[in-house]
Antibody
Framework: QVQLVESGGGVVQPGRSLRLSCAASGFTFSSYAMHWVRQAPGKGLEWVSFISYDGSKKYYVDSVKGRFTISRDNPKNTLYLEMSGLRAEDTAVYFC???????????????WGQGTLVTVSS | DIQLTQSPSFLSASVGDRVTITCRASQDITTYLAWYQQKPGQAPKLLIYAASTLQRGVPPRFSGRGSGTEFTLTISSLQPEDFATYYCQQLNGDPVFGPGTKVVIQ
């Protein structure tokens, strides 16, 4: 069965960096685009970033452009989100999610991880 | 950028009720719309995509309609496990989520 497991969250001071990981299993990871979505405490869902199945295309929400970098290691079945210059407003649960279209993008997010909490605080 | 609004933002209902949630887009997104259910402490779950296609394993009491700028999610007979927050999402370009509709027990 499809499984996505995030890790790497924690408490970090403003301005510092953190790297999140998402380990995928149960499907051909290299054939699906992936996303990061975040949810601030008590708030709604916010799409953060996208990476195509082969890593050639990457997109970001405006609020993280220049600070966050999405990447993937297909042989290791792992998705990453490198976050730098962290701000208090980046505090959220970060979910990785699979794009439902095979070898394409623009699909619904059909599988999600359980999320990892990032808290930015001094 | 495409924006989504949802109404109502909060809905109080009873088991067995028929409930409808509306999602409106700021511009035409044809049928590039999905619906998700999220319970406290859990990840969102995909219910419907392409505006009206039921995701595998989702009970048929859930249905979606609409195209262009106005969409609806209907639960034909609310069950205890359906009390949750529901989000619409547009997929025409950068994904955007609606603000959510919380469905609570009356």
């Amino acid at each position: 069965q499809v499984q996505l497991v995030e890790s790497g969250g924690g408490v970090v001071q403003p301005g510092r960096s953190l790297r999140l990981s998402c380990a995928a299993s149960g499907f051909t990871f290299s054939s699906y685009a992936m996303h990061w979505v975040r949810q601030a405490p008590g708030k709604g869902l916010e799409w953060v970033s996208f990476i195509s199945y082969d890593g050639s295309k990457k997109y970001y929400v405006d609020s993280v452009k220049g600070r966050f970098t999405i990447s993937r290691d297909n042989p290791k079945n792992t998705l990453y989100l490198e976050m730098s210059g962290l701000r208090a407003e980046d505090t959220a649960v970060y979910f990785c999610a699979r794009d439902g279209f095979y070898h394409d993008s623009g699909g619904p997010f059909d599988y999600w991880g359980q999320g990892t909490l990032v808290t930015v605080s001094s | 950028d495409i924006q989504l609004t949802q109404s109502p933002s909060f809905l109080s209902a009873s088991v067995g009720d028929r409930v409808t949630i509306t999602c409106r887009a700021s511009q035409d997104i044809t049928t590039y719309l999905a619906w998700y259910q999220q319970k406290p402490g859990q990840a969102p779950k995909l219910l419907i995509y392409a505006a009206s296609t039921l995701q595998r394993g989702v009970p048929p009491r859930f249905s979606g309609r609409g195209s262009g700028t106005e969409f609806t999610l209907t639960i034909s007979s609310l069950q205890p496990e359906d009390f949750a927050t529901y989000y619409c999402q547009q997929l025409n370009g950068d994904p955007v989520f609606g603000p959510g509709t919380k469905v609570v027990i009356q």
